[in-house]
């Protein structure tokens, strides 16, 4: 690659003979950097997530050392940073409510500081998208560069998933076919290395969209967290963001419609999380892409499941990555893809998947012959979600898929463990289920609490799945005919505020259709006795939250934050 001398946007730091110019590199020399680094080589910023707080950001520290060496290998200039962590596993209320407040520290962080390309170090379900959305309102040169899964959970002999095993097992302890002692032992086998959630749930999946969307190298969703490939896949990263610098290849150029498809028909066929839907929206907001959950219906609707992973299927992302991983799925669906959207690499994707190889077909089948036949998002609208709901088919009980059943209401989160378990409660494994107020204003941060765990008595008589329906979200570990994102949501006094105890409710996927048989006149009746809930928290960051976050089908972000603002500082610092 020929690298003319351009002047970088770090030299207006660092390239002064002035006062100024004085300040920023004198400075930074106290940590013992040499004059010559600053003459104007790619100064490339990396962003990390690393927190004892995000477990599966845990091994961060050191993926970063490697993206240094290929940085300092390939003649730039590497400066690590750290950006607020969002761990899904510790962080309360929900690490949804946080995932804007990361993005502003990302872009602010990229925008502030003396840099002329980012590597962003993701793992964690939001840290992914959070970290992209920050960079894309900046628009700098930008690899994504993934922690990677953790090994295959094992216990007893026997392979457990993330999450997956997690709701089955507590579904288990609950009906009384696991003791307390072997649910306790299953947490030490489940979780045994460093990385993110090992089944196909939202960080795995995120991890695919980031390179389906051409933003990171090939191969980087599923190697695991611990295989020197993933160091190895981190050096070149860092390599080849000193050369994109010199290309000039910002993330606009990478990030564009035909990236996002592409990404939304990959996740098809990956049996990817539902999560994806508002992250990718959001993503697609920042970049001023028109992108919608009609895009989604659309794009995902002919595009089957290829992946046996939990939760629709049976492996886990290290039996994936040595299959041969997502350029094996990318490489089969390219007659549906758009193969000539740029990436990272300067090439196609198309070209970077040219010569992958499936070793394995029970983990990857054949787009020929796919593991499900459905494998994307469908989007249902109707009076009960004007401004749509979605469900994942190929987690759900095919027989359930079309149903109609009578509603069991509950009016919030604690209002449903109050009674779920209660002897005396009207339910049957017929009945449709209801969770109100968990959406983006009313948990507040749309928690993941969509699938809901059954009542015990239906649990004891076998019962396995029934509909769920809310405006909250689901781990993308989670399996069940669940039905999400309806929106507008009940804070908002969306038509989900008005189902009452008793309502019959009907689910038509094939129909994309979601009714609440309720006559108009009466829902206007309810509507006028209805009122908004009281916040549970108050002031600091959840005030500015509250009064911008938008609805799940704009992706629930900030209203003043779509959009790109470019990487441009009017004023010095000094
Ligand atoms: Fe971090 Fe699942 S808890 S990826």
Redesign the pocket.
């Given at each position: 690659m020929t690298k003319q001398k351009r002047i970088l946007r770090s030299q207006a730091w660092f390239g002064g003979d002035d006062k100024n110019g004085f300040i920023h590199r004198s400075w930074m020399k106290n940590q013992g950097h040499p004059d010559h680094e600053f003459d104007g080589r790619p100064v490339i910023g990396i962003c990390n997530t690393w927190s004892d707080l995000?477990?599966?950001n845990g091994h961060f520290r050191e993926l970063a050392e490697s993206v240094k060496r290929g940085v300092y290998e390939a003649g730039g200039f590497p400066v690590e940073f750290p950006v607020m962590s969002l761990?899904?596993?510790n962080l309360r209320p929900t690490a949804m409510l946080f995932r804007n407040l990361a993005s502003m520290d990302v872009e602010e962080s990229i925008r502030g500081n003396p840099i002329d390309a980012v590597v962003l170090l993701t793992?964690?379900?939001k840290t992914t998208p959070a970290l992209l959305m920050g960079a894309a309102s900046c628009d700098l040169p930008t690899i994504v560069v993934s922690g990677g899964p953790m090994l295959n959970g094992n216990c007893r002999g026997k392979p457990i998933g993330?999450?997956t095993d997690v709701w089955k097992f507590s579904e288990d302890l609950r009906a009384g076919r696991m003791s307390l002692g072997d649910f306790k032992q299953a947490e030490s086998c489940m979780s045994r290395s460093t990385g993110?959630?090992m089944t196909m749930?939202?960080?795995s999946t995120m991890a695919c969209m980031v390179e389906a969307l051409g933003v990171t190298l090939p191969g980087n969703a599923a190697i695991p967290a611990v295989d020197a490939r993933r160091k190895v896949l981190a050096h070149m990263s860092g390599c080849r963001i000193v050369e994109m610098v010199h290309e000039d290849l910002k993330l606009s150029r990478i990030l564009t419609r035909a990236a996002f498809e592409n990404a939304v028909m990959v996740n098809g066929a990956i049996g990817g999380s539902t999560n994806a839907v508002v992250h990718l929206l959001a993503v697609a907001g920042r970049v001023g892409i028109e992108f919608t959950l009609d895009d989604w219906d659309r794009l995902g609707r002919d595009v089957p499941c290829l992946l046996n992973l939990m939760p629709s299927g049976q492996y886990l992302m290290e039996d994936f990555y040595y299959a041969g991983g997502l350029p094996v799925v990318i490489k089969d669906l390219l007659d549906k893809l758009h193969g000539d959207a740029l990436t990272v690499t300067g090439h196609s994707l198309a070209h970077n998947v040219a010569d992958a190889e499936n070793f394995n077909a029970e983990v990857i089948f054949p787009l020929a012959a796919p593991f499900k036949e459905q494998g994307g998002i469908a989007v249902l609208r109707g009076n009960l979600a004007p401004r749509g709901a979605i469900i994942k088919p190929s987690a759900a009980t095919p027989a359930l898929l079309q149903h109609r059943g009578r509603a069991v209401v509950f009016s919030s989160i604690e209002n449903y463990k109050a009674r779920i378990d209660d002897p005396e409660l009207e339910i049957d494994a017929s009945s449709i289920m209801v969770l109100q107020n968990c959406g983006p204003k009313g948990y507040p941060g749309m928690a993941e609490v969509g699938n809901m765990g059954l009542p015990k008595k239906l649990l004891e008589l076998g019962v396995r799945d029934m509909v769920r329906i809310s405006d909250a979200r689901m781990s993308g570990?989670a399996f069940g005919t669940v039905v999400l994102h309806v929106a507008p949501e009940a804070a908002m006094g969306g038509p989900l505020a008005l189902v009452r105890e008793g309502d019959m409710i009907e689910l038509d996927v094939a129909g994309r259709h979601l009714h609440l048989d309720v006559s108009d006149a009466e829902l206007a009746q309810r509507r006028a006795q209805w009122s908004a809930p009281v916040p549970a928290m108050r002031g600091g960051y959840q005030h500015m939250y509250m009064a911008h976050v938008m609805q799940a089908d704009q992706g629930v972000d900030l209203d003043f934050l779509v959009g790109c603002r470019g990487a441009a500082i009017p004023r010095e610092s000094h």
């Open positions: 995000t477990p599966c761990g899904e596993s793992g964690c379900d993330s999450g993110h959630c749930g939202t960080a570990t």
